[in-house]
């Protein structure tokens, strides 16, 4: 992979970290502990809010992952690893890649499993 291709990943991948640092530190705003209000309608409204924090908390939790995936590539685009398949170590085919540059395996390594 030519140097101009692997920094407009590079570059790519940085501005979904930005982005999604944004969107972790609105998470961490919005996750808080669910309160017990006695003015409002009772104990379904508690579930409905357990459950609407459960799901900010997958949201969460699936946006660390991601996260975690850019950092590796971004690892990977220094080290010059970006864009081989870690099962045969071929290249990713760069269409998979501008469609999700963390890809880590190649397609034919994908459709093995």
Do not use: H, W, Y
Not at 31 to 50: H, I, W, Y
């Amino acid at each position: 992979m030519s140097a101009a291709i692997m920094e407009q990943f590079r570059q790519q991948l940085l501005e979904m970290k930005a982005d999604l640092q944004a969107q972790v530190r609105l998470d961490q705003q919005a996750q808080k502990p669910v309160e017990l209000d006695q003015a409002r309608v009772g104990r379904l409204s508690r579930m409905d809010a357990l459950q609407g924090q459960q799901m900010l908390q997958e949201v969460a939790r699936r946006r660390q992952a991601k996260l975690q995936g850019i950092d590796g590539a971004l690892r990977r685009t220094e080290s010059g690893d970006f864009g081989e398949c870690f099962v045969c170590g071929n290249p990713i085919d760069p269409r998979r890649l501008a469609v999700d540059p963390t890809s880590t395996r190649c397609i034919g390594c994908v459709d093995s499993e």
